[in-house]
C-alpha cells in the first residue's frame, strides 16, 4: 500500500522536485509580481468594459455576442486567479497550505482552460457565418446558454482533476518540476488537450482565410465589385492573421514547456521560463478583449459612449448617426449580407 504525504508542508513537494523556494524578495520575483498586477489590472479593467458594452447595448444580444461575453467573462476570471496567484507566490508560496495551493493552481487552470474552450467555439461559430455569409448565427438562444455551460463544465472539470486526486500526493516519483504537487501525466494531458485544440483552431480560421482569399480573387474579377463588400472581405482576412499570431505568440511556449516537464525532461530547464510564459499566456486574455471586440465598428461605439459621456453631444455620436453607422456595416452585395471586420 502507498504512503501518502497529505500532512506534509509545500515546501516538501518543492524540494522533492527540486524547485526553489525563495525565502526573502529577490528583485526578479518582484519584477515577475509588479509586471503579473499590471497584466491582471488592464486585463480586468478592458474585459469588464467589454461585457459593460455588450450587457448596455441590445443590438449586441446575438450568439456571437453572448460567446463575446463569456469570453471576457472567462478572461476576466483569468485576471482574477492570476491576480491571486501574484499575492501568493515569491516567499509567500512556502507559507501556503497544500489546500490553499490547489485552490491557487485551480483557479488557474480553469480560468485558462475557459478562455481556449471559449476560442474555440468562436471560431467554429465564425467559421459557420463567414460560410454563409451571414452577420450573425441562426443558433437559438437555449443553444448558446447550452454551449456556454459546456465551456464552463470542461474548464471546472479539468481545472479540479488535480485537487481530487489527479495529484503526486501519494507518488513523489511522478511529481512535475513546475508545479510540484501535481502529476506529470496531468500536465501531459493539459498540455495535449490544449495543443489540440490550437490545431483545431488553426485549421478552421485556416479554412476560413483560404475561403476569404477565393471570395475577394472573384469579387476582383468583378469590376463592379460593392466596396464595402471588399473592405469586409479585406477586414476578415487581417483579422484572422492577427488571431492566429496572438493566439501562436501567447499559448504555444506555455503548452511547449508544459508537455516537456509533463514528458519529464531532464535537460530542460524549465523552471527558468515557467513565470514568463504564464504570464505571455495571460497577456493572451488582453489581446483577446482588443482583437474579438475592439475591432468591432459597433462595439467601438458601445466602448466610447461608455468611457466618454459628454462626447454624446457630438453629432457624431447621435442616434442617427449611429444608426447609419450601423446600417452601413449592415450593407449587403448581390443579395447577401457582408459580415462585420470581427471573427
Not at 508560496?93 to 490553499?100: G, V, Y
Amino acid at each position: 500500500m502507498r504512503h501518502c504525504f497529505y500532512n506534509e508542508t509545500v515546501g516538501f513537494f518543492y524540494n522533492n522536485s527540486r524547485k526553489e523556494l525563495s525565502a526573502h524578495w529577490r528583485p526578479k520575483d518582484v519584477l515577475v509580481v509588479a509586471l503579473g498586477l499590471a497584466v491582471s489590472a488592464v486585463v480586468l479593467l478592458t474585459n469588464l468594459l467589454v461585457i459593460a458594452a455588450i450587457a448596455a447595448n441590445r443590438r449586441f444580444h446575438y450568439p456571437i455576442y453572448y460567446l463575446l461575453a463569456n469570453l471576457a467573462a472567462a478572461d476576466l476570471f483569468a485576471g482574477v486567479a492570476y491576480m491571486f496567484l501574484m499575492f501568493h507566490t515569491g516567499p509567500r508560496t512556502a507559507q501556503l497550505s497544500l489546500k490553499t495551493w490547489f485552490i491557487r493552481q485551480s483557479l488557474l487552470d480553469t480560468s485558462l482552460t475557459a478562455s481556449v474552450v471559449n476560442l474555440l467555439a468562436i471560431a467554429v461559430e465564425r467559421h459557420r457565418t463567414v460560410l454563409t455569409m451571414q452577420l450573425h448565427s441562426e443558433m437559438s438562444a437555449q443553444r448558446v446558454v447550452g454551449l456556454i455551460f459546456f465551456i464552463w463544465a470542461t474548464a471546472l472539470l479539468l481545472g479540479l482533476i488535480p485537487s481530487y486526486g489527479w495529484h503526486c500526493l501519494c507518488s513523489l516519483e511522478s511529481c512535475s518540476k513546475m508545479a510540484p504537487l501535481y502529476s506529470r501525466s496531468y500536465l501531459t494531458f493539459w498540455a495535449v488537450s490544449n495543443l489540440l485544440v490550437f490545431v483545431v483552431m488553426v485549421l478552421v480560421y485556416g479554412h476560413i482565410f483560404v475561403y476569404v482569399r477565393r471570395k475577394m480573387a472573384r469579387v476582383a474579377r468583378h469590376t463592379g465589385a460593392h466596396p464595402r463588400h471588399r473592405d469586409t472581405m479585406v477586414g476578415l482576412v487581417k483579422t484572422v492573421t492577427i488571431i492566429l499570431g496572438a493566439f501562436v505568440i501567447c499559448w504555444t511556449p506555455g503548452q511547449v514547456v508544459l508537455l516537456l516537464d509533463g514528458l519529464g525532461c531532464q535537460s530542460c530547464d524549465v523552471l527558468a521560463v515557467e513565470k514568463y510564459v504564464l504570464l505571455l499566456a495571460e497577456v493572451n486574455s488582453l489581446i483577446n478583449a482588443v482583437v474579438y471586440s475592439w475591432r468591432d465598428t459597433e462595439m467601438r461605439s458601445a466602448f466610447r459612449r461608455i468611457l466618454c459621456f459628454p462626447c454624446l453631444r457630438s453629432p457624431a455620436y447621435a442616434p442617427t448617426a449611429l444608426k447609419a453607422a450601423a446600417e452601413r456595416g449592415l450593407a449587403s452585395h448581390n443579395g447577401h449580407f457582408t459580415v462585420d471586420s470581427s471573427i
